[in-house]
């Protein structure tokens, strides 16, 4: 799932192209509405993207696992069929295309789909207290999922979950009332910062610490890196079983999880052994 950065940037590359611009030719036909209307903002808010256009109408755009936003000049060959695209806005010079959102939807009120979110993680200013104040009255049984809790605090993804836990030494499965105020502050400090760095780092160059790197040495202990499923979603947790971990008595129980190329480290096999 795109997180609050990705999103970020696919807005500041819709508004740098299409702002200000009169929609030509808006498909599919639930879409068609937008034709003549100019485009008067494209706003970011956690994982949901609303573009505004003139007349009061709103389109919401929600990425999920599975959609994208791509700019292309007209008469360009699009990287993706079109039987994938969910909505294709063209201007006089570019259109962009919105492939394979599971969320897509046209709306009076541009606020009615973030209204129960939380503060925006990149947002300035950015409303701590407030994400403080939602933080202690969630019902999230673990600090891993409380980051992921976009009625918490919004844009947070599993990315930078597993990357802030790591960077504060701090256990994902612990509850977070366990955790003072001044340590949760940070927590989610850190996550903004994380964030915000990536917002001007190119894809091609961002590295992360624990993300990803499965069953490879801890870069602060060199300790495997191991993974856990957390939550109803089984959402992989990465993570340092010495920098951050409890006894493992005291853990509460993870499912091993096998993906292509990366070995059941929860349970400590090797990269390479064979998969479920």
């Known amino acids: 799932m795109p997180e609050g950065d990705t999103i970020w940037r696919t807005a500041a590359a819709l508004r740098q192209r299409i702002g200000g611009k009169v929609v030509s030719d808006a498909r599919p036909q639930a879409i068609a509405r937008l034709c003549g209307r ?15 256009f003139e007349g009061g109408l709103a389109l919401h755009s929600h990425m999920r696992m599975t959609g994208a936003w791509h700019l292309y000049r007209v008469g360009e060959r699009w990287r993706q069929p079109e039987r994938r695209a969910t909505a294709v806005l063209t201007f006089d010079d570019v259109v962009a295309v919105c492939f394979a959102a599971p969320v897509m939807e046209l709306l ?48 947070i993804g599993n990315i930078y979950k597993c990357e802030s836990l790591w960077a504060l030494g701090l256990d994902a499965w612990m509850r977070p009332a366990a955790l003072d105020e001044e340590r949760l502050r940070r927590l ?89």
């Open 108 to 155: 009076a009120d541009a606020q009615r789909p973030v209204a129960h979110l939380g503060p925006d993680i990149l947002a300035d200013p950015f409303d701590l207290d407030e994400v403080i104040r939602r933080a202690r009255q969630s019902e999230a049984p673990t600090l891993g999922e409380l980051l992921l809790d976009q009625r918490v605090c919004a844009g």
């Open 38 to 52: 100019r485009l008067e903002s494209v706003e970011p808010t956690g994982k949901h993207l609303v573009m505004q």
């Open 188 to 276: 989610y400090l850190t996550a903004r910062d994380l964030m915000r760095r990536n917002l001007v780092t190119p894809i091609a160059r961002q590295r992360h610490a624990v993300h990803g790197r499965g069953g490879r040495p801890c870069p602060r202990c060199g300790t495997p890196i191991r993974i856990g499923a957390q939550g109803q979603q089984a959402r992989l947790t990465y993570y340092c079983s010495r920098c951050q971990g409890q006894p493992a008595s005291q853990r509460p129980p993870t499912t091993a999880v096998v993906r292509k190329g990366e070995g059941d480290f929860s349970s400590g096999r090797k990269p390479g052994s064979r998969r479920r």
